[in-house]
């Protein structure tokens, strides 16, 4: 018995090691920020900052798990895809997906469980919730 253990456990850290070779999720290009939001107070840009900023903007802080597979591929994919959505760094390119963030942030789904799992900073209550949402549609305003 113990010696299938001890296969096992040589073949799961042979995968574990072998992942690594795997190329995706090693680069973490930060591009220079375009036009930043224009956020109505510090305290809303604050709260962006800290629930939004690392997949929505060219200013993610890449932490050390974003270098291991397999949380490296997901953390690419993730900033990927939420800069593809809102980029908070362009705010050109922002014109009209607002009303999604909006929606995303107040229903909840914005910023991710498994993003406030590894990042408590980022748990917003109801009263930062509303902040948020306020701050966004003033933006939208200011997009019209």
Do not use: K
Request: some cysteine.
């Amino acid at each position: 018995m113990w010696r299938w253990g001890r296969r096992l456990l040589l073949v799961a850290v042979a995968v574990a090691l072998a992942i690594q070779l795997v190329p995706y999720g090693w680069t973490h290009a930060n591009p220079p920020v375009v036009d930043d939001a224009p956020w109505p107070d510090t305290e809303s840009a604050g709260l962006a900052r800290s629930a939004c900023y690392d997949c929505h903007s060219n200013e993610t802080e890449w932490p050390v798990h974003s270098y291991v597979a397999p949380m490296s591929w997901l953390v690419r994919r993730d900033v990927e895809e939420g800069r593809d959505e809102l980029n908070f760094s362009d705010w050109d390119d922002a014109e009209g997906e607002l009303d999604d963030a909006v929606e995303v942030v107040r229903g909840g789904s914005m910023p991710p469980d498994r993003y406030q799992l590894m990042h408590p900073g980022a748990r917003l209550d109801d009263e930062e919730v509303e902040r948020l949402v306020a701050a966004l549609e003033v933006m939208d305003d200011l997009d019209d």
